[in-house]
């Protein structure tokens, strides 16, 4: 699949050319393990690295709404799968590389399943212990995500 070209939806704020972005990144479990996806070639920011499930708060959905969305366009993963879900207070991440300041809302989802089905956002994924993820090429807010939820 090859990246569509961004056009915001009526209500949609396109954090594109602002500093401050919000965003949630979201580390799904099952049975001890974390999905990670290991982002598209075809994105702006971060191509290549791994990352938990993510995606900018720009509409009116709350943060729960938009982590189930998320999971559900970048996973394959419903609303039914998801057992429980933790937000968390808010990271700040600098990315000066990017002229981005993220403000990062960790959220840990805990699922029932490991069948997933990727977009065009992920090159890859994968379920990983802790230990495992942190030897990945991880963004700076997902390992401080994971540092927060696995310490």
Same mark, same amino acid.
């Given at each position: ?43 702006? %920011? ?13 509409? %009116? ?18 609303? %039914? ?61 997902? $390992?401080?995500?994971? $540092? %927060?939820?696995?310490?």
């Amino acid at each position: 699949m090859t990246r569509p070209e961004f056009v915001p939806k009526p209500g949609q704020v396109d954090f594109t050319g602002l500093r401050y972005a919000p965003v949630i990144n979201t580390v799904a479990t099952y049975k001890g393990k974390i999905l990670l996806t290991q982002r598209s070639h075809e994105l702006r %920011h971060y191509p290549g690295w791994w990352n938990g499930i993510s995606g900018y708060l720009d509409d %009116h959905l709350d943060i729960a709404a938009k982590v189930y969305e998320e999971l559900r366009e970048e996973a394959g993963l419903h609303a %039914h799968h998801v057992k429980s879900l933790r937000i968390e207070r808010p990271l700040i991440q600098e990315a000066p590389e990017y002229g981005k300041t993220w403000l990062v809302i960790p959220v840990l989802a805990i699922v029932t399943t490991d069948a997933i089905t990727l977009n065009w956002e992920a090159a890859d994924a994968g379920w990983f212990t802790p230990a495992e993820a942190r030897k990945l090429q991880l963004l700076d807010g997902c $390992a401080d995500v994971l $540092a %927060h939820f696995f310490p």
